[in-house]
């Protein structure tokens, strides 16, 4: 079951790859509004006073608001429901799925399934990790800023990838995007660090997509054109 409030995801579940049996709660280290937004907040909201205080009209105050608001859905980062099937991977994002395919990681040097999820500029766009491991590397490519949803995106444009090997050594590879609008990847963690499903360790502003390369062998279990969201929805199934 779905609500909205405010325009917030409360909750998003796709009954055919979520694990209700097996889930666990996301404390996120701040409430509800991403850190990255706080400082577009704080000057959308004191521009939208300002012009109600001191502006020529009340359609002045109605753009700065509708901009405030638009900044506010944006910045929105509620928490998740989080499978914990050791063997489940987990969307690293919300959005729409653009790619299901075999394919060649450049980053880790393999054959791969790769799997895309595009974001557009409603989407939460705080990026979480897949899998549970240890960071075995950290890659910057400066880039272009073609449209995200394109294929050509994942090898031409401005992009962060980062390798994870999980306990039992597979190799799961994501990358993020940046895209048309998106001009700004962050991404907060390195070489050498644990990560833990559904932990946050990134942010991409307005609009991208996230590509993740798995094993051959792993088990879709999204198709291309279904929704999607960070952590909630499983991707796909590595083999025991």
């Not at 991208?208 to 909630?232: H, Q």
Request: charged letters at 20%; glycine letters at 6%; proline letters at 5%.
């Amino acid at each position: 079951m779905c609500g909205s409030v405010l325009g917030f995801k409360i909750c998003v579940y796709n009954r055919r790859v979520h694990y209700k049996a097996k889930t666990q709660h996301m404390n996120y280290p701040h409430p509800i509004i991403a850190k990255e937004g706080w400082p577009f907040l704080a000057i959308t909201g004191l521009i939208t006073v300002l012009l109600h205080l001191y502006g020529p009209g009340w359609w002045a105050t109605a753009l700065a608001a509708i901009a405030f608001l638009f900044v506010l859905q944006f910045f929105r980062d509620p928490p998740r429901f989080i499978p914990s099937d050791p063997r489940a991977v987990l969307s690293p994002a919300d959005g729409r799925i653009v790619v299901v395919e075999k394919t060649r990681d450049e980053y880790a040097n393999r054959e791969a399934l790769k799997i895309s999820v595009f974001m557009n500029v409603f989407n939460v766009h705080s990026n979480r990790s897949p899998v549970d491991g240890t960071i075995q590397s950290v890659a910057y490519f400066p880039g272009l800023f073609v449209n995200a949803d394109l294929d050509k995106a994942s090898t031409e444009n401005e992009r962060n990838a980062v390798v994870v090997k999980t306990d039992d050594g597979t190799t799961v590879t994501f990358v993020q995007v940046a895209g048309l609008i998106a001009r700004r990847i962050l991404c907060y963690v390195n070489k050498g660090d644990r990560l833990a499903r559904g932990q946050r360790y990134g942010f991409i502003r307005f609009g991208s997509r996230v590509d993740v390369y798995l094993p051959v062998d792993a088990i879709p279990k999204v198709t291309i054109g279904e929704k999607v969201s960070a952590s909630s929805t499983v991707l796909a199934e590595l083999k025991a």
